[in-house]
């Protein structure tokens, strides 16, 4: 029983285990991790226009090569007079020159990842033009993001990179992550779940320096205290999206990331029971009226086993009289 508790704390606050009491929880937009290609859903609607497959298996190509520091396939995917502009505006004309900076980079930054979040692909005449994201990893810890466009011209020998510039994401080094969280407002304050056989209270606020929203959820049955968690919501910044991390009271813990939809959220969790066994969970949020919203658990397995969907609403609690 305790073990499907902890289920419904995963959800409620996002991820876990079993199956909540037996009847009762942001991707990518869509996927709940960054894909590196297409990484949401207006670069997949792009799937269906000739000439985007091949050009995001060109992107997939890319973050490989780089990945592996293989400046040679690097270099040959521009055309042989394309150019890269970095974020100061200077410009590599050339495969040649293109090549010495990577390999230049790589001496320097050895053993650096990359992903690529692509936003859009655009066929406009003989060329295509790409818009998103590129976030890099160091081996010292380091990150970094920014924001590119690339034109793409096709060849005999497939789509080559004619130009590929780089440009400062300053709005979002300059956001407080909290305003990013912004569309999660709506969980401050405390709330009870209904029609469970356990009292559940959760109860979200933000955080002192206002950049997370942080919960306390806590399970009754019985009226004895059975489950207590805690759950930390923050902005993931490589992934553009909220992430969340529980911890509960016998040692478990959770992590989940939360994508924005027309109507509410979808939560992908992934968790870690005290005895090692784990569990994964699609989540669905409806916000509904009159201070409710209801959540619906899917695709949940624990271990090797499948557990079954359920859905529950969960109920805002109203403020003591006086205040």
Same mark, same amino acid.
């Given at each position: 029983?305790?073990?499907?508790?902890?289920?419904?704390?995963?959800?409620?606050?996002?991820?876990?285990?079993?199956?909540?009491?037996?009847?009762?929880?942001?991707?990518?937009?869509?996927?709940?991790?960054?894909?590196?290609?297409?990484?949401?859903?207006?670069?997949?609607?792009?799937?269906?226009?000739?000439?985007?497959?091949?050009?995001?298996?060109?992107?997939?190509?890319?973050?490989?090569?780089?990945?592996?520091?293989?400046?040679?396939?690097?270099?040959?995917?521009?055309?042989?007079?394309?150019?890269?502009?970095?974020?100061?505006?200077?410009?590599?004309?050339?495969?040649?020159?293109?090549?010495?900076?990577?390999?230049?980079?790589?001496?320097?930054?050895? $053993?650096?990842?990359?992903?690529? #979040?692509?936003?859009?692909?655009?066929?406009?005449?003989?060329?295509?033009?790409?818009?998103?994201?590129?976030?890099?990893?160091?081996?010292?810890?380091?990150?970094?993001?920014?924001?590119?466009?690339?034109?793409?011209?096709?060849?005999?020998?497939?789509?080559?990179?004619?130009?590929?510039?780089?440009?400062?994401?300053?709005?979002?080094?300059?956001?407080?992550?909290?305003?990013?969280?912004?569309?999660?407002?709506?969980?401050? $304050?405390?709330?009870?779940?209904?029609?469970?056989?356990?009292? #559940?209270?959760?109860?979200?606020?933000?955080?002192?320096?206002?950049?997370?929203?942080?919960?306390?959820?806590?399970?009754?049955?019985?009226?004895?205290?059975?489950?207590?968690?805690?759950?930390?919501?923050?902005?993931?910044?490589?992934?553009?999206?909220?992430?969340?991390?529980?911890?509960?009271?016998?040692?478990?813990?959770?992590?989940?990331?939360?994508?924005?939809?027309?109507?509410?959220?979808?939560?992908?969790?992934?968790? *870690?029971?005290?005895?090692?066994?784990?569990?994964?969970?699609?989540?669905?949020?409806?916000?509904?009226?009159?201070?409710?919203?209801?959540?619906?658990?899917?695709?949940?397995?624990?271990?090797?086993?499948?557990?079954?969907?359920?859905?529950?609403?969960?109920?805002?609690?109203?403020?003591? *009289?006086?205040?």
């Amino acid at each position: 029983m305790l073990c499907r508790m902890r289920w419904f704390l995963g959800v409620a606050v996002l991820t876990h285990c079993s199956a909540m009491f037996s009847a009762s929880v942001s991707a990518q937009s869509a996927p709940a991790t960054a894909q590196p290609v297409p990484a949401n859903a207006q670069a997949a609607s792009a799937q269906g226009v000739p000439g985007t497959v091949e050009i995001q298996k060109i992107t997939l190509d890319l973050t490989n090569a780089f990945n592996s520091a293989k400046v040679d396939d690097l270099a040959a995917m521009f055309l042989a007079d394309g150019e890269l502009i970095d974020e100061g505006g200077t410009v590599y004309k050339g495969q040649e020159a293109i090549k010495d900076l990577l390999k230049k980079f790589f001496a320097k930054f050895p $053993g650096t990842q990359m992903e690529i #979040v692509v936003d859009s692909i655009r066929l406009v005449g003989p060329v295509a033009i790409q818009e998103g994201t590129r976030f890099t990893s160091s081996k010292d810890g380091s990150n970094a993001s920014v924001r590119f466009v690339s034109v793409l011209s096709k060849t005999d020998k497939g789509w080559k990179i004619a130009s590929l510039s780089d440009f400062a994401d300053e709005s979002a080094a300059d956001t407080n992550p909290g305003e990013f969280l912004q569309p999660l407002n709506w969980l401050i $304050g405390d709330w009870i779940n209904e029609g469970t056989d356990a009292r #559940v209270k959760i109860s979200y606020q933000w955080s002192e320096d206002n950049n997370f929203i942080v919960g306390d959820i806590i399970v009754n049955k019985n009226d004895q205290s059975v489950m207590k968690s805690s759950q930390r919501i923050g902005w993931d910044p490589r992934l553009n999206k909220p992430r969340s991390w529980t911890f509960d009271s016998d040692g478990g813990f959770a992590e989940s990331t939360w994508t924005e939809t027309e109507e509410g959220w979808v939560v992908q969790s992934t968790a *870690v029971m005290p005895d090692g066994l784990t569990g994964s969970a699609n989540v669905t949020i409806t916000l509904g009226e009159n201070g409710r919203y209801v959540m619906s658990g899917r695709n949940r397995l624990v271990g090797n086993s499948q557990e079954p969907d359920y859905e529950i609403t969960v109920v805002k609690k109203p403020p003591a *009289v006086g205040k």
